[in-house]
């Protein structure tokens, strides 16, 4: 009996160094749980929202969950159903299975086996007659050419003490204070302040990502202000002066969901808001580098290391 319950451990020993031998091949990004409903569970992002929908860039759109290259900007073609649409795949990308009522071919990625959508035949979009109906977030798009600038956003109270921080930031080529997130168009600072526009204070930042990376100014942020208060910053109170970051890409958003993690883990309680860059609206002249003008200091950005 004891040679069977031996056998037994040794055959379950083997089959889990087996398995994690596998898995050292497969590097796979940890999924949002939007990215997984439709990776994993092979849900279906609403037309016309997602992030690739119209974009025209030159470059590869990979496999969000494992990084493969699945298409090339030159197989993607204008289809107007809501869903990035390609004529073709890049060769051995993506694999075919047949719906189990056979009406429609469900397509996946060869290397992780994740959803990307249906492939359809015969509809006469472009010479190949083929239309790969792809989730945006499925994929990732990387641009063959890297932009030389990048533009961040970041609220962190009264956007005088944003802004003292960023513009002395090595690799930093410009500074903006500004507001965002409202619902009334180029707001004056008196709206703003009163609190109805739904605006918070943000300061707009212009950098070099060969000179600096959006993960060091996500460090300097979270250095310089106090990102636990909820509501306000120091004796700044009100909506307009929250912890809010405004991402414009999805790489920026993983990176402030990362450092939001992090900070968890050591103990903090982050209040920031995280939402999607809209139009920025830059203020008064007179508010632009305010410090440097007055020769002061912010009273209540003051840098403290914690990364
Ligand atoms: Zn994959």
Sequence with gaps: MKNIQFILLMLIAMSQIACSQNKKNMKYNTLTPQEASVILYKGTERPFTGEYVNTKEAGTYICRQCEAALYRSESKFESECGWPSFDDEI?????????????????????CGGHLGHVFRGEQFTAKNTRHCVNSISMKFIPDVQPKTEKAYFASGCFWGTEYH????????????GYMGGHVDNPTYREVCGGNTGHVETTEVTFDPSKTSYEDLVKLYYETHNFEQVGGQGPDIGKQYQSVVFYTNLQQKELI???????????FKPATLIFEAPKFWPAEDYHQEYYDKKNGTPYCHIYRKIF
């Design 166 to 177: 960023f513009m002395k930031k090595i690799g930093v080529i410009e500074t903006t204070v």
């Design 257 to 267: 969901e990362k450092y939001i993690q992090i900070l968890k883990t050591k103990g």
């Design 91 to 111: 060769k051995g990308a993506v694999t075919r299975i047949r719906d189990a009522d056979g009406s429609r071919t469900e397509i996946v990625c060869a290397n």
